[in-house]
């Protein structure tokens, strides 16, 4: 049987929060244990140097990333597991794909041009003051992410379906000039479905908000921050909407349609707010305890992290270096004898 390649990059710069499990680890671990699925799970470490030069902040955030992902139970067994930085043949990929791509695609990205609209809104001279190579040219590496393992699938959110119609457009290029069919065209999948969680404020649930709840805080943080979060003045007894409440919210992301049924009763029936995020508060911290106990375990173990992503690295580099192997012959670049 011949498996779908699925292809996910988790970003490292920063601690994952309610929002990112409810939005993407919990689905993608659910497929990481499907059989039908080959799925590629990496650590996007050079995609961080883009956003961020702060090298204890990049390192801490690739450990407490991939503790998070094994201790909500991600199958590596079945899916692969991988630090980017440690597949040296990406950035080799990466070269090939810039010189077959147009300057001028570049130039429609969406991270670059909002980038150049803030210079100019801001009255600089020079539109692309402080614009970095690594910046402009990010969506080559990201191709070099998915076409590395010729990914059927790329489960993405709007924003990034340019990017994916970008690698499509490299693939089809490189295997036009060099002719043969060395890359698969991957195919952007949004789900619709994904929930966004609302934030502390009531915004999007974003590190760049400052308004997340992290994952695996100690549980005294988990309810000073639940406590934190914005509601309405209506008082104890007067009945609440709970499809605009952030509480209710996060609440149904974790519990089961019953449970959820029976929240929107109590709102129905007037639940005052100080019950209703004791309520939040006893359920997540009921939900997290088990594997915030791994999570805290895996983090002081981080030899046993670095031995589950160098065997991912492993099964992740022997497709790769078959890859190259065809690659560089392709190219001109063959061995001699």
Known sequence: MTKTRVLTGI????????????GAIKPAIAASQDPSVQSYYFLADLHALIKCQDPRRVQESRLEIAATWLALGLDTDNAIF???????????LTWMLSCVCAKGLMNRAHAYKASVAENEAVGNQDPDKGITMG???????????ILMFNAHKVPVGRDQIQHIEMARDMAGRFNHLYKGDYFTLPEAVVDEKVEVLGGLD???????YNNT????VSEKK???LVRKIKTNSLEPGEPKDPDGCTLFQIYAAFATPEETQAMRRQYEEGIGWGDAKNQLFDYLNAHLREPRERYLA??????HIESVLAKGAERARAEAAALMDRLRPAVGLGRFV
Do not use: W
């Not at 991988?82 to 990406?90: A, F, G, L, N, V």
């Not at 895996?298 to 030899?303: A, C, V």
């Open 82 to 92: 991988y630090r980017q930085s440690d597949i040296t043949e990406i950035p080799e």
């Open 11 to 22: 970003t490292t710069t920063g601690t994952p929060h309610l929002g990112n499990y409810v």
């Open 298 to 303: 895996l983090m002081e173990d981080p030899g």
């Open 202 to 208: 009531g915004r999007k649930m974003s590190k760049s």
């Open 135 to 145: 910046l402009f040219g990010y969506p080559v590496l990201m191709a070099a992410d």
């Open 222 to 224: 988990l309810l000073k």
């Open 213 to 216: 709840i992290p994952l695996f």
